[in-house]
Nanobody, 120 residues
Framework: QVQLVESGGGLVQPGDSLRLSCAAS?????MGWFRQAPGKEREFVAG????????YYESRVRGRFTISRDIANNTLLLQMKSLKPEDTAVYYC????????????????WGQGTQVTVSS
């Protein structure tokens, strides 16, 4: 099973940018980012096909977040800009053997999460 380790979270102000990284022990068919805000269920944020690089996003982050991957280093990235307080959450990296996966049940491996806090 793929091992995943996230990094890059932190405290930023509204409007700031932040980049999250996820180091993977190996490739998958698809990889994605989820987030869980306090008191809420974990939700899909963005995904990418490891081969081909097709990206797909949850509507609220499309245009502000960009998912990408570094194939040579088995690293998943999430560039976030124009951050809003409602983006505050623990962000999780996940790996899936299903193409274009978006549901939690489709992801077999998960990282431990990294906290992103957007506050003035």
């Amino acid at each position: 099973q793929v091992q995943l380790v996230e990094s890059g979270g932190g405290l930023v102000q509204p409007g700031d940018s932040l980049r999250l990284s996820c180091a993977a022990s190996g490739p998958s068919v698809a990889m994605g980012w989820f987030r869980q805000a306090p008191g809420k269920e974990r939700e899909f944020v963005a995904g990418i096909m490891w081969i081909g690089g097709s990206e797909y996003y949850e509507s609220r982050v499309r245009g502000r977040f960009t998912i990408s991957r570094d194939i040579a280093n088995n690293t998943l990235l999430l560039q976030m800009k124009s951050l809003k307080p409602e983006d505050t959450a623990v962000y999780y990296c996940a790996a899936s053997r299903s193409p274009l996966a978006t549901r939690e049940i489709e992801f077999e491996a998960w990282g431990q999460g990294t906290q992103v806090t957007v506050s003035s």
